[in-house]
């Protein structure tokens, strides 16, 4: 079973309505996880609580920079891997854009639109 970020603090971003799951891009986070969070896209499935699907953004520490500065995390109940390292998952556009595909993908949620509310 996957270790769910450990979020002190966030700054809600943005928010985004996929099909019956509520998605908020995180910026701003403080943790308690030795991962340094950039951006952080939490899924809530309706009529529950608490996320159960992230997409996170991972600043990747100086001397692991040769392919990017960020790596590009998804992680659920079964499974936390990296899908990609880059500069551009930095960037709050890329990231959304990105985040909101691989959750699409990873839910079968992909002939429903994301609809952004904030």
């Known amino acids: 079973m996957s270790q769910f970020p450990n979020i002190?603090?966030?700054i809600p971003k943005r928010r985004y309505q996929?099909?019956?799951f509520s998605a908020t891009l995180l910026g701003e986070i403080e943790s308690n996880d030795p991962a340094n969070y950039q951006?952080?896209?939490a899924l809530v499935p309706m009529?529950?609580?608490k996320p159960n699907f992230f997409v996170c953004s991972e600043k990747?520490?100086?001397r692991d920079r040769a392919e990017g500065a960020y790596r590009l995390r998804v992680i659920n109940s079964a499974m936390s891997e990296v899908m990609d390292q880059a500069d551009s998952w930095g960037d709050i556009d890329a990231f959304a854009d990105q985040?909101?595909?691989l959750a699409?993908?990873?839910l079968g949620l992909t002939g429903h639109?994301?609809?952004r509310l904030m």
């Open 8 to 10: 002190r603090t966030a």
């Open 18 to 20: 996929i099909s019956d």
């Open 39 to 41: 951006y952080i896209l």
């Open 47 to 49: 009529g529950e609580a």
């Open 60 to 62: 990747v520490p100086p």
């Open 99 to 101: 985040a909101l595909q």
């Open 104 to 106: 699409q993908q990873a």
């Open 113 to 115: 639109e994301a609809m």
